[in-house]
């Protein structure tokens, strides 16, 4: 249960009921929810992002095109250690290093922090490319109008409406995705390379050489293995913002896309992705510490 030592997570709020839609606050809730720190969630208003880092005196960690600073959640602040953090990657680095193996499962397993951060990176520029096809962000009735005119200054233009991707080129920019998708699905078969055939039908012959037998590719849910880590919740959050914020069919499209293998994805995130039920988590939590605990006396064994 949270108390008052708990860390408190800032996130951005949507329209009532409160939920997480963006996709960083997605990665560290993830990430806390994975690891089982209790935490309480201090929702804002986007347009006070700004107000509450500088606040708390977190200097922002990205700049807008004209070069002002430009204000970001999730921030968590951490009484216990008086750790106050406004980037998800350093806070991701912070729990592992606070929270650390055997009491709490590892999010980012030894020797892969590089090899996160850019797999973060990858993820993030991805998923940006599409980010127009998200324009049913739940943002509350009272602000909505301040925030559409905070991205159409942003952006240069005179309506947020402009923005909106409609009929063919929206269509198009559907299929970009999928194949942009198709190509990150390689990374959930560990098999055929990194050829298109391993999520086409066909394929070359030593492609298919290197299939699996039916029913024994690796399909996911997790990039690795029978846990999620922190590129699980990467990849996570950015579903998660496509689930709350796309049209519900085109949602629908995506979870098939790739034999389901997106669907499978966020279904499989599902017992970490709940905002203040953590309780139901804690069991599964422990069961994933214990297993961590078992591999570290392994490798210690080696
Ligand atoms: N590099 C930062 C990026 C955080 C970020 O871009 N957050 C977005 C939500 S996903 C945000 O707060 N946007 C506020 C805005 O657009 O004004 C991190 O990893 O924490």
Redesign the pocket.
Known sequence: MASTDSIVFYD?ASAPPLRTF????W?TRLALNLKGIPYRTEWID?PD?ASLRERLGVPA??TLPDGSP?????VINDPSTGAIL????EIALYLDRTYPCPTYPVLILPNTTGLTAAFNAHIDGLFTKYVALCDQMPWDPRIADTVKS?FAQRFGITSYEDLQLKGEAREQTLAALESALGELAKAYRHTGGTTDYVWRPTGTESALAQRPPPGREQTGPYLDGERPAYADCIVGAWLKMMEACMPPEEWARVRTWQGGLWGGVVDGLESICSVDKRRRLETKVRAMADEDEAHQDTDEQL
Do not use: V
């Open positions: 951005i963006s996709p960083n606050p990665k986007m992002i960690t990205r430009y204000h970001t959640l999730p406004g980037d998800t990657f905070i």
